[in-house]
């Protein structure tokens, strides 16, 4: 087993995990400002989008930037950080030229909230706009534990159907470990769900954590029926669909770098799996997490997305982010 051990170093600094009484002050003060438009503006991805970043002219993003861009003020900054990327291996922080920025921007509440932000709508961030680039690291215990290597596209483990692990294995110190070191490294992605063949084992074992839905929409929540979805285990899964009806959704996969593609999943499912403790768990699931269930499932009898892709729709990540992602699925399925 391949393990990539990433060692502890900073590169930044602005303090990320001290949010002091003078940024509260700060922040407090600038919302009750008049606003004006700040000389810079900054954004947090993660490292994988940075890397796809590099030939472009335009920086990739996430899904999550879907609606619009999420940006930060300086002083908003160390707050990001250490509310949704402290428990992320490693992300990069963009300090942003405001003035070469594409697009209309708004400076706005979140829905439900009284916060301000500065969102980007119908616009990208141009390459030339990026004054400063730093490669972050989050919480050291995020940071001390190691991360696997997750395997790809054309690693024969990803095409062997994986095997069933008995209950004394699932409690030996062994698998204990590789369940947290699966833990980590979805994290790490960040994905919503991680099965052991993409580790390079091929045991019928997943882990599934969908908690983050701060930069959704609630439009986008609620048509992808998003529900957060603690961290838990799923070892020897057998699924039943439940709903035939099918519903069709862009996906991709952390063994499939780079794509994403439409795919039709069953609407809802029943599994009967074991947990991490080997106690027998029964999940009635719907939805998104009933996809990431086939998704993951679908791993474990060797079957990536792309064999159940509408495969018209695959296409790079880049791509999606400038030509399609403001179309509805349907108009998607239509061209
Ligand atoms: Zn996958």
């Given at each position: 087993m391949q393990k990539i051990f990433i060692l502890a170093f900073w590169?930044?600094?602005?303090?990320?995990f001290l949010y002091s009484d003078e940024t509260l002050l700060k922040r407090e003060m600038m919302e009750s400002e008049t606003v004006k438009k700040p000389e810079y503006l900054y954004k947090v991805l993660s490292y994988r989008h940075w890397q796809a970043t590099e030939h472009r002219k335009t920086v990739t993003l996430s899904?999550?930037?879907?609606a619009f861009i999420h940006l930060s003020t300086e002083e908003q900054l160390d707050r990001i950080i250490s509310k949704y990327?402290?428990?992320?291996l490693q992300f990069v922080v963009l300090k942003l030229a405001t003035d070469k920025l594409e697009g209309e921007l708004k400076y706005e509440a979140n829905l439900g909230g009284s916060t301000k932000y500065y969102h980007l709508y119908q616009g990208f961030i141009p390459f030339?706009?990026?004054?400063e680039a730093k490669i972050m690291f989050g919480s050291p215990s995020a940071v001390c534990q190691e991360v696997l290597e997750v395997v790809q596209l054309g690693d024969p483990v990803l095409r062997e159907p994986a095997r069933e692990l008995s209950k004394e294995e699932i409690l030996s110190p062994e698998i204990q470990r590789l369940i947290e070191e699966m833990k980590g490294t979805m994290r790490a992605a960040p994905g919503v769900g991680l099965a052991a063949p993409q580790i390079g084992r091929a045991l019928q074992l997943i882990v599934i954590e969908d908690m983050d839905?701060?930069?959704?929409t609630t439009e986008q929540i609620s048509e992808r029926e998003r529900e957060k979805v603690p961290f838990h285990v799923v070892i020897n899964p057998r699924m039943e669909i439940e709903e035939q009806e099918k519903v069709a959704f862009f996906e991709g996969c952390l063994s499939v770098p780079e794509l994403i593609g439409i795919v039709p999943r069953a609407k809802s499912v029943k599994v009967q799996c074991l947990n991490e403790r080997a106690e027998p768990v029964f999940i009635e699931a719907k939805g998104w997490y009933a996809r990431i269930l086939q998704h993951e499932i679908d791993h474990l009898n060797a079957t990536l997305y792309i064999d159940r892709?509408?495969?018209?729709?695959?296409?790079t990540e880049g791509n999606y982010m400038k030509q399609w992602k403001k179309k509805t699925i349907k108009e998607i399925l239509k061209h």
């Open positions: 590169f930044c600094s602005v303090s990320c899904a999550e930037d879907d990327w402290s428990t992320v030339r706009s990026i004054v839905h701060t930069h959704l892709v509408i495969l018209p729709t695959l296409m």
